[in-house]
């Protein structure tokens, strides 16, 4: 059994910047591919980035080169670092691990002046 907690929402002003923390119980983290994914009111949950258990990284056109994901295995623990905020992306993002069905229950980010 995972379980994931997701941290780091709130409500921003355009343009602003979050780090949004994941933090997974258990051992085996590490093994596993992990995403961030988002669901915007009315809208069905979308993929914003992915991180494989060895590093690398996959993201959403629609969030390249504002968005950062990343992994501390040692902590159990993966970061959306996300920059240059928008309206368009407030949403609840939800971490998840790749290939089972565990997500976290997600937290809010609201960008509004």
């Known amino acids: 059994q995972v379980q994931l907690v997701e941290s780091g929402g709130g409500l921003v002003q355009p343009g602003g910047s979050l780090r949004l923390s994941c933090a997974a119980s258990g051992s085996i983290f590490s093994i596993y591919a992990m995403g961030w994914y988002r669901q915007a009111p009315g809208n069905e949950r979308e993929l914003v980035a992915t991180i494989t258990k060895d590093g690398r990284t996959n993201y959403a056109d629609s969030v390249k080169g504002r968005f950062t994901i990343s992994r501390d295995n040692a902590k159990n623990t993966m970061y959306l670092q996300i920059n240059s905020l928008k309206p368009e992306d407030t949403a609840v993002y939800y971490c998840?691990?790749?290939?089972?069905?565990?997500w976290g229950k997600g937290t809010l980010v609201t960008v509004s002046s």
């Open positions: 998840h691990t790749i290939g089972t069905n565990y």
